[in-house]
T-cell receptor, first 112, second 116 residues
Framework: QKEVEQDPGPLSVPEGAIVSLNCTYS??????FMWYRQYSRKGPELLMY??SSGNKEDGRFTAQVDKSSKYISLFIRDSQPSDSATYLC????????????WGLGTSLAVNP | EPEVTQTPSHQVTQMGQEVILRCVPI?????FYWYRQILGQKVEFLVS????????KSEIFDDQFSVERPDGSNFTLKIRSTKLEDSAMYFC??????????????FGPGTRLTVT
């Protein structure tokens, strides 16, 4: 079983739609969960960072973590064409070894 | 806003040659990382560096790889004898260092390494 699984899509939505992206994971030791946005051939840009279970909101973005189900989500409200990118989930354990384990990324296209 | 910078943006090298990829992490950050991403594949962890030593490395990070913090601002990744399969985007990242914070990592724009 892969440590982190993410549907690569592609996902295509009309402008203004609510987008739901998600990842599942197998390692219960993960405590820190991140969502990154990556444009083609660019570096990952940190969007959201969550510790343990719960919700976190930042503008149009909401991140949810359900540790009991080993399932994390990112919601984008009022999606814009500029949101078109690949969205990657990443997670790490607590402690000194903080390497990120990544999902494959979901390709999102928001159509005007 | 502070950011991680990387040079060069693109490096082309011949198989067997040595390459050095350079990074300037965010100035008050104390954890540094290298990751790579082969086209169409997941981002993969290579190595983390803290307090002037490697804190963790992956199976990919074999004897052909080394990291160094030669001064107070730069962080480098050296590949001694490049192979075709080393062709990838290489990303540097940094994070703060506190007991309970600093897990979020900030990435540079990457160096695209092409080995011919």
């Amino acid at each position: 079983q892969k440590e982190v699984e993410q549907d690569p899509g592609p996902l295509s939505v009309p402008e203004g739609a609510i987008v739901s992206l998600n990842c599942t994971y197998s390692n219960s030791a993960f405590q820190y969960f991140m969502w990154y946005r990556q444009y083609s051939r660019k570096g990952p840009e940190l969007l959201m960072y969550t510790y343990s279970s719960g919700n976190k909101e930042d503008g149009r973005f909401t991140a949810q973590v359900d540790k009991s189900s080993k399932y994390i989500s990112l919601f984008i409200r009022d999606s814009q064409p500029s949101d078109s990118a690949t969205y990657l989930c990443a997670m790490s354990r607590a402690g000194n070894n903080r390497k990120l384990i990544w999902g494959l990324g979901t390709s999102l296209a928001v159509n005007p | 806003e502070p950011e991680v910078t990387q040079t060069p943006s693109h490096q082309v090298t011949q198989m067997g040659q040595e390459v050095i990829l350079r990074c300037v992490p965010i100035s008050n950050h104390l954890y540094f990382y290298w990751y790579r991403q082969i086209l169409g594949q997941k981002v993969e962890f290579l190595v983390s560096f803290y307090n002037n030593e490697i804190s963790e490395k992956s199976e990919i990070f074999d004897d052909q790889f080394s990291v160094e913090r030669p001064d107070g601002s730069n962080f480098t990744l050296k590949i001694r004898s490049t192979k075709l399969e080393d062709s990838a985007m290489y990303f540097c990242a940094s994070s703060e260092s506190t007991a309970s914070l600093g897990y979020e990592q900030y990435f540079g724009p990457g160096t695209r390494l092409t080995v011919t």
